[in-house]
């Protein structure tokens, strides 16, 4: 493996906010070299694009929903309906 050296925990820290992907650019890595490790880990894999990018307050989701619907809101934030409304 080539590129920055992270520790355990780090990488574990790092992945509670972003993507193989982007932790793997971020090091040096590449997306399979990261995915392995934090298996190798025991960390639990998210989905495939299931990254959070919009974690509303009850008050933005409320307002938000005043005038569009779930899905509506789902795609204005590149998120799925399920993790626009919290469940996801």
Request: proline letters at 1%.
């Amino acid at each position: 493996m080539t590129g920055k050296s992270v520790s355990d925990e780090e990488l574990k820290r790092l992945y509670e906010r972003l993507s193989t992907a982007a932790i793997g650019e971020l090091l040096g890595w590449d997306a399979e070299t990261t995915r392995k490790r934090l298996i190798k880990l025991g960390v639990t894999m998210r989905r495939r694009g299931s990254v959070r990018t919009f974690i509303p307050s009850r008050e933005e989701l409320e307002a938000e929903y005043q005038n569009h619907s779930m899905r509506q809101i789902a795609e204005k934030y590149g998120v799925g309906a399920r993790q626009s409304c919290g469940i996801g």
